[in-house]
Nanobody
Framework: QVQLVESGGGSVQAGGSLRLSCAASGYTYSRNSMGWFRQAPGKEREGVASIYTGGGDTYYADSVKGRFTISQDNAKNTVYLQMNSLKPEDTAMYYC?????????????????????WGQGTQVTVSS
């Protein structure tokens, strides 16, 4: 059973930075797709960034492109989301998700229904 544990959320002022971590365990396969999603109160869950751990392919939502960076440390089975130039509209609960042994091309990696495993979420709050 794959387990995902997020950490690194918190409160920051606009323009600040945070780095989220997603530590994974229980994988059968070493090449997986992982995504970061967020959900603000009253809004639908939104795909933010995805990465294929087999080759490092990444994809970003337009709303975060140039500000957020998704990366991996395969030795630690951990995926990161570096968030810079944060805006109040980035405020949300952030979740990481995993699809084991699967490669998602481009925007398909931002579709939540394609993922099997989810973490518990970490809150990010950006004040103006």
């Amino acid at each position: 059973q794959v387990q995902l544990v997020e950490s690194g959320g918190g409160s920051v002022q606009a323009g600040g930075s945070l780095r989220l971590s997603c530590a994974a365990s229980g994988y059968t396969y070493s090449r997986n797709s992982m995504g970061w999603f967020r959900q603000a109160p009253g809004k639908e869950r939104e795909g933010v960034a995805s990465i294929y751990t087999g080759g490092g392919d990444t994809y970003y939502a337009d709303s975060v492109k140039g500000r957020f960076t998704i990366s991996q440390d395969n030795a630690k089975n951990t995926v990161y989301l570096q968030m810079n130039s944060l805006k109040p509209e980035d405020t949300a609960m952030y979740y990481c998700a995993s699809a084991e042994g699967v490669y998602f091309y481009g925007p398909y990696g931002l579709q939540s229904f394609r993922y099997t495993y989810w973490g518990q979420g970490t809150q990010v709050t950006v004040s103006s």
